[in-house]
């Protein structure tokens, strides 16, 4: 991976001012909120709603929120007043500006060795680690010792390869913790579905924190601007690097006042 390059957010804000079709696709955990350990509570860093509702109430942009999470979970987190468009579950769900859900097919093989690898985390006693997704099991580890992690991170690899192998399921590490994954849809896989949408000249950029992002801003290389959020920098392919909240707020503020200006 590269480091990140050095971004030229003028000469994006200009060209969002001007752009004809403007998309903004945001990651949600780690980069529109902060972490929880009680995951149910992971709510928007203070002054994320109001100015992602000013985006939305322009009418000037497609905002998009792109999520490992399932849909479900994530709109009373989020808590805006009108629905945003969400590709959840990493691309496997798809919450439509009409409200309609689509979601792609999960072999059946899939969804049962899900379903063993979480009764396996249940008779180890880490029902509360696992967060059960359609096209997903992830396991958090957020919050606890290194070496614990690291113990939790042998056990549950060794308890899941079996699972993976030949039934369309992969191993995926995210930013605390492990996750089980249906093969066959990445958040790039959504990205690249919505690039299919937009314009040759539309104005795109996504944010996101975490190595499941890494995914999107390879599919938007050379097609928009990605932008790490993070605060901490690490080896990533995105444009650029912001810390939150700051940062962010002032990005999001940036992007109502160019995509509203005429
Ligand atoms: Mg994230």
Request: hydrophobic fraction near 35%.
């Amino acid at each position: 991976m590269e480091e990140p390059k050095i971004c030229s957010l003028e000469t994006f804000w200009h060209l969002l001012q001007n752009g004809p079709q403007k998309v903004l696709l945001l990651d949600y955990d780690g980069t529109l909120a902060p972490f929880h350990k009680k995951r149910d509570k992971a709510f928007p860093y203070p002054g994320v709603r109001k100015i992602l509702e000013e985006i939305q109430q322009s009418g000037k942009t497609r905002l998009v929120i792109v999520s490992g999470r399932n849909i479900k979970d994530i709109v009373p987190l989020l808590g805006l007043k009108q629905l945003p468009e969400i590709w959840g579950g990493h691309g496997f769900e798809h919450l439509l500006p009409d409200t309609s859900v689509q979601r792609q097919k999960i072999p059946a093989t899939c969804s049962l060795n899900l379903q063993k690898a979480f009764l396996w985390a249940k008779e180890h006693g880490h029902e509360h680690n696992c967060e059960q997704k359609t096209s997903s099991l992830a396991f958090h580890w957020r919050g606890l010792k290194e070496e614990t992690k690291e113990q939790l991170e042998q056990k549950v690899s060794r308890a899941w390869e079996p699972l993976t192998m030949g039934h369309n399921l992969e191993i995926q590490p995210f930013d605390g913790g492990l996750e089980l994954r249906c093969a066959g849809m990445h958040k790039g896989d959504a990205i690249k579905q919505i690039l299919d949408e937009c314009s040759k000249d539309a104005m795109i950029a996504y944010l996101g924190d975490d190595l499941t992002d890494e995914d999107a801003f390879k599919a938007l290389k050379g097609k928009g601007l990605s932008v790490l959020v993070r605060d901490t920098q690490r080896d990533t392919l995105a444009d650029c690097w912001l810390t939150p909240p700051d940062e962010l707020l002032d990005f999001l503020h940036h992007w109502y006042r160019y995509s509203t200006k005429t």
